[in-house]
Nanobody, 123 residues
């Protein structure tokens, strides 16, 4: 059973940075597809970034050039470095995983989820 616990969310002013972490237990983070998704009230959950077993990453166009997904294999942790944040990035951010070689952008394809961490960006 894979368990995911996010941390690192908070409040920041526009232009600031945050780094989200997702601690993985029950499996090796390097051997599964993992991703970050976000959701705001009334909207569907959307992919932010994913990284697969081959370390191929895919980042949503809306955050490309600002957000970076990576793994710290020694700590079995998924990371999301978020720079140049703007108010449109305000959302609940979720870590997700699926025991698959390749990642997709569909939340329904992921069967392990963290509890979420709130990111709030003020103008």
């Amino acid at each position: 059973q894979v368990q995911l616990v996010e941390s690192g969310g908070g409040s920041v002013q526009a232009g600031g940075s945050l780094r989200l972490s997702c601690a993985v237990s029950g499996w090796s983070a390097s051997r599964i597809c993992m991703g970050w998704f976000r959701q705001t009230p009334g909207k569907e959950r959307e992919k932010v970034a994913t990284i697969d077993r081959l370390d191929d990453s895919n980042v949503a166009d809306s955050v490309k050039g600002r957000f970076t997904i990576s793994r710290d294999n020694a700590k079995n942790t998924l990371l999301l470095q978020m720079n140049s944040l703007n108010p449109e990035d305000t959302a609940m951010y979720y870590c997700a995983a699926v025991r698959s070689i390749r990642c997709t952008s569909k939340p329904a394809d992921y069967n392990y989820w963290g509890q979420g961490t709130q990111v709030t960006v003020s103008s």
